[in-house]
Antibody
Framework: QITLKESGPTLVKPTQTLTLTCTFS??????????VGWIRQPPGKALEWLAL???????RYSPSLKSRLTITKDSSKNQVVLTMTDMDPVDTGTYYC??????????WGKGTTVTVSS | EIVMTQSPATLSVSPGERATLSCRAS??????LAWYQQKPGQAPRLLIY???TRATDIPPTFSGSGSGTEFTLTISSLQSEDFAVYYC????????FGQGTKLEIK
């Protein structure tokens, strides 16, 4: 059974850097075709795709947020980390990590809520 | 970046009736299109991938069709648990979501 869980701060101040960790089980990020991605959702709004890292360390980013995002993996620890710099109140929302196979996203974590406020 | 446009924004349908949701891509995404269902306070759930393949444990009341730039999600006979927000998602060239369709009880 594939499971993913997001963790990180619930509150960050404007201009700070957000670091989120996705800890997963039930699959290996060393398996060909497998990836882990991040998606976010502002309160009451639509989903927004952020970033994805593949088993071979190929990394993909949202074009509009690329300059602020970094995604890394530690396959031995079954973890993927997303950092987002220069946080702003508009970045408030729920952040999800999700399992991906051959580019399609199938299993999601429950999400973690991040509020950006001074 | 490929833009995904869903219509309508809100769809009101009576239980037992059929619902048809649309998703249009700004350029071809081949069949690399998924549909998700999201209920309040929950993470999205994968319903359809490859435009028409149902995900594991998804009942046959859900069906997807289309290719290229025009896609449809059909729910053949609405149950109370089907009222939710539905998102389309392309993973052919980059990755983008539509803005969602809220399916509400009429």
């Amino acid at each position: 059974q594939i499971t993913l869980k997001e963790s990180g701060p619930t509150l960050v101040k404007p201009t700070q850097t957000l670091t989120l960790t996705c800890t997963f089980s039930g699959f290996s990020l060393s398996t060909s075709g497998v990836g882990v991605g991040w998606i976010r959702q502002p309160p009451g709004k639509a989903l927004e795709w952020l970033a994805l890292i593949y088993w071979d360390d190929d990394k993909r980013y949202s074009p509009s947020l690329k300059s602020r995002l970094t995604i890394t993996k530690d396959s031995s620890k079954n973890q993927v980390v997303l950092t987002m710099t220069d946080m702003d109140p508009v970045d408030t929302g729920t952040y999800y990590c999700a399992h991906s196979v051959r580019a399609r996203t199938d299993v999601w974590g429950k999400g973690t809520t991040v509020t950006v406020s001074s | 970046e490929i833009v995904m446009t869903q219509s309508p924004a809100t769809l009101s349908v009576s239980p037992g009736e059929r619902a048809t949701l649309s998703c249009r891509a700004s350029q071809s995404v081949s069949s690399n299109l998924a549909w998700y269902q999201q209920k309040p306070g929950q993470a999205p759930r994968l319903l359809i991938y490859g435009a028409s393949t149902r995900a594991t444990d998804i009942p046959p009341t859900f069906s997807g069709s289309g290719s290229g730039t025009e896609f449809t999600l059909t729910i053949s006979s609405l149950q109370s648990e089907d009222f939710a927000v539905y998102y389309c998602h392309q993973y052919n060239n980059g990755y983008t979501f539509g803005q969602g369709t809220k399916l509400e009880i009429k």
